[in-house]
């Protein structure tokens, strides 16, 4: 009789999943961004999750958690009943960069969390002081190589995206730049414009208002090809340096163990959303690109980025924080 009442029992939850799901969401959804408001991971959870909550019937309320690079966020969302109603912006930078970069891993970006699709694919952007005496990738190369360490790049902090993606770029290109780590990229733009550094690694969003007011000079961006708001600055690949041309992945998950039947919803109204004109003009006007996959996709590409961060950090030897 025990065993027939557990397969019985068993049989009874699998038949509740579908109908939680087709119930799903009975009330609002927290969307956990884990950097601050006005960075590139908000602006692209604002945007798309505005046209989410209206094709799922519900609200979406972005709540930012900021803190040790997307470390506090991500592991704070990690650890949230894994029942659809609490998610998480999952971009390269806490998802790919940050676990490779701690003595300690605060979470598993593969293990802890359920992917449920790309958002937007945002390029990278090489900005600098327009009083450098450079206007594209070979003068500014050609400075670098006459004066190793004389001029600095700015990050959002140690061992962050803006981070990896300068010491790449030395790596690449052979040359040698001072880092100044800063608590965000705010403040590192702030003294790129009043010539504090001389470089920043950046996301087009954040940067771009500046680049608009050419307060900021741009000398190449990761993207297939080349952008509809920056139709004069060249590939990373166009100007001979293919390894940097890769832009960055902003996604969503859940906290893994989430409902394949609520993530199957989601993963749906993501692509309606994705769809949506309002929704691929405010994105676009963000010099990012909507790109939506599919579950199974978006966990291979983070498994993917999870790798080959783990290599560039192991190759620029660098040291890891605890």
């Known amino acids: 009789m025990k065993i027939i009442h557990h397969a019985l029992a068993a049989l009874l939850a699998c038949a509740a999943l579908p109908a939680a799901a087709a119930g799903y969401p009975d009330k609002p959804i927290r969307l956990v961004v884990p950097y601050a408001v006005g960075g590139t ?7 798309v999750g505005n046209k989410l909550g209206m094709v799922l019937g519900q609200s979406v309320i972005i709540e930012n958690r900021p803190g040790a690079g997307g470390n506090i966020g991500s592991a704070y969302a990690a650890r949230q009943p894994a029942e659809g109603y609490t998610l998480v912006m999952a971009v390269e930078s806490s998802h790919a960069v940050n676990p490779n970069v701690y003595v300690k891993q605060a979470y598993d970006p593969v293990k802890d969390f359920a992917p449920i699709s790309n958002l937007a694919d945002v390029p990278n952007v090489l900005v600098v002081n327009p009083e450098l005496p450079v206007k594209d990738i070979g003068a500014f190369l050609a400075l670098l190589k006459a004066s190793p360490d ?6 959002s902090g140690n061992g962050g995206l803006s981070h990896m993606n300068g010491e790449l770029f030395m790596q690449t290109t052979g040359t040698r730049m001072l ?5 965000g990229l705010g403040p590192a733009l702030n003294d790129l414009v009043a ?5 920043v690694f950046d996301n087009i ?3 771009y ?11 190449a961006v990761a993207a297939q090809q080349r952008l509809k708001v920056l139709p004069d600055v060249p590939t990373y690949a166009e100007a001979g340096l293919p390894a940097m041309n890769n832009p960055s992945w902003f996604g969503l998950a859940a906290p893994a163990g989430t409902p394949d039947a609520v993530l199957d919803k989601l993963n749906a109204a993501v692509k309606e959303t994705l769809a949506d004109p309002a929704t691929i003009e405010a994105i676009e006007k963000q010099g990012a690109i909507p790109a939506y996959m599919p579950r199974k996709v978006f966990g291979q590409l983070i498994a993917e980025s999870y790798g080959h961060w783990g290599k560039v950090v192991e190759d620029i030897k660098f040291e890891k924080m605890n």
């Not at 680049?211 to 000398?219: F, H």
Request: net charge positive; glycine share 6%; no cysteine.
């Open 41 to 47: 991971t908000d602006i692209v959870a604002r945007v």
């Open 150 to 155: 004389k001029y600095a790049f700015g990050s």
């Open 179 to 183: 880092h100044v780590p800063y608590k």
């Open 195 to 199: 010539g504090q550094v001389q470089v």
């Open 205 to 207: 969003p954040s940067s």
């Open 209 to 219: 208002p500046l680049m608009q007011a050419q307060r900021i000079r741009p000398l």
